[in-house]
DNA sequence: TTGTACGCGTTATCAC
DNA sequence: GTGATAACGCGTACAA
């Protein structure tokens, strides 16, 4: 007799569907039914078995339905950082949207280390019906192979052939290159986020484009991990370039160069103008942040329903590209450019 | 013939132990020991099983096996908000954690919603071994009922009986009282969080307290959810109070009172001094934040390892109850009251 | 409409 | 040291 679980203290007999049917004085096979298609028996009798279920405090056991389904009924979501505010909505979203079409969410933090992320996609293959991965790290190929195995929805990666939600920022960096050249600045800085990053790719593309196209010198800026230390420390770099104007990965990245700025006494936007990216933060920083709006939390609804239609069978699989539109969003933190190049401390 | 699974693509095999039994020419028991129990098979024969495992991409089935040992292999962390930014460390600390002691973790947000966690508790209660409660706004009642099925660990909630790990605000919030005090403030107030929330009430009762103590008047101010934009609408009912200083309920509440009193065109310290807690904005506030320091990470360190402890055979059950201390951080959100009293814009 | 019987992939128990 | 076999709890053809 198996230990079954390690549970403690006293009424540790979950009971199983056999113990309903007794108590009901029907067949295993009709407590099943009574759950999974009470249309198929008489209503007087799907009651009596509610009943007893609900008297003994009957669960169906998952695990055991998987086992004999193929169906778990849970869902994994992978992302390479919980701690950046990016995610939490998104996290939300998925997690609300999951539960209401019968899923279970399991949450994997790769900690922007593909390894890990690989760990975790194999552990957790056993046990998930579907994967949202988010911001992976991980080559293409591994992206396909995993998607092979299982179900995989991306979310602002790109990868051909496999069903992805993106959030295109390209069209409001443009906006946010356009707003500064119209405020005169002519010499700008990209704050690189991480490397692995489609996201840092696409935005690093966009300002660079955006620059060419309006006669704007576009600096590039190394950052790595997205967070506000780094954007801090990345300040004297940042003001060594002469720019007078800097488009950060994101508003984490662009919330440490707020701080690094104040701290080297360089005024916001007097001294150097600051776009952030995804609108984490909104009016929260000090200044209120000139910013790229995000939708993080629609991209990951959207990536589970995507998701939810691949595991209805006879739902064709089609190579779905969601692409989701952003836009600048003004506030204080961009202004003219200083007198007479930029101010140096 | 079940689907298994409902995978797409081809190679939509996932390889039984049996089949890797019969590639390496054993039988399924010793297929399960060599991944189980090495040190009972010769080495060679495990050698040979590995080989053949690898050859087919075997993982064992997760599932399955916890259909026979009563053992999931997984945890599960319910928080009441995952876009509190108290919550991401410790989602992380669990995360790791349990990653080191061979579980994964499923994430359930219970979005400050009793019903809505009483339900992720049962559906999870399946497929999970134990389950880390974070700041749950579960009745004791309900509390004392999960843990009796499932090992259960608590983090913020003061059950008798129930395992738990505590950050104890005491200490600091009155150390922050007395700052204040000894700044010159003898009308304060506290702003409160959510009504549930065990956090709340000791801090509460803490400020009230150190106040009586030190002769210091204490308003208390209704505030709900904690919340940025809460925080933000609670400042003139705030101002109403005439005090001279407020302790919120956290941080983020700390910082919409920071954004609500910079709206009215109080000035911070010299209109009303601020005080938050948990420390999880640090220095990225304008202005920098007096707070008290949270151990959020730690606190679900703690309690995975708790929780770990619980489910290792042999280890008899203790009503641990896990202290963590806290102190006040002073930054610059706290200074002398406004000569004159309270200043009203 | 309801019951019987088998299989899902794994581990534990007992032989050998 | 290794192999057969019975659970584990549930879903579902198939039979009744």
């Known amino acids: 007799m198996p230990t079954h679980g390690t549970g403690r203290g006293p009424g540790d007999a979950a009971p199983t569907i056999g113990e309903v049917a007794a108590a009901a004085g029907v067949s295993r096979a009709t407590v099943s039914r009574a759950f999974g298609r009470p249309q198929m028996l008489r209503p007087e009798t799907v009651e009596r078995v509610q009943e007893a279920a609900r008297h003994l405090g009957y669960v169906p056991n998952r695990v055991a339905r998987a086992l004999s389904t193929g169906r778990f009924g849970n869902l994994a979501l992978v992302v390479p950082d919980i701690a950046n505010p990016f995610f939490p909505p998104m996290i939300r979203a998925v997690q609300g949207r999951a539960d209401r079409a019968g899923f279970a969410v399991f949450l994997g933090d790769a900690d922007e280390d593909p390894a890990r992320e690989e760990v975790l996609l194999r552990q957790l293959s056993t046990q998930v019906e579907g994967f949202v991965l988010a911001s992976s790290r991980l080559t293409d190929e591994r992206i396909r192979a995993h998607a092979e195995r299982r179900p995989l929805v991306l979310v602002n990666r790109d990868v051909e052939g496999i069903p992805r939600v993106l ?130 939390a629609e991209a990951g609804a959207a990536a589970v329903d995507l998701l939810a239609g691949m595991l209805t069978p006879g739902t064709p699989l089609a190579d779905t590209r969601l692409l989701l539109d952003t836009s600048l969003v003004v506030r204080v933190t961009t202004g003219p450019p200083p007198r007479g190049g930029p101010r140096r401390p």
Chains 1, 2 share one sequence.
Request: hydrophobic letters at 45%.
């Open 167 to 296: 959030i295109d920022t390209t069209r409001a960096v443009g906006q946010a290159v356009e707003h500064l050249h119209e405020l005169g600045h002519r010499r700008i800085a990209y704050l690189s986020g991480p490397a692995g990053s489609w996201s840092n790719r696409q935005r690093r593309r966009a300002v660079k484009r955006a620059g060419d196209r309006l006669g704007v010198e576009v600096l590039m800026v190394p950052a790595g991990r997205a967070t506000f230390e780094l954007g801090r420390l990345a300040v004297p770099a940042l003001l060594a370039t002469g720019a007078t104007a800097v488009v950060a990965f994101d508003d984490l990245v662009a919330q440490g160069v707020l701080a690094g700025l104040s701290e080297q006494g360089v005024g916001v936007p007097a001294g150097l103008s600051v776009v952030g990216c995804d609108d984490v933060l909104a009016t929260r920083t000090y200044p209120p942040l000139t910013t790229v709006s995000a939708r993080s």
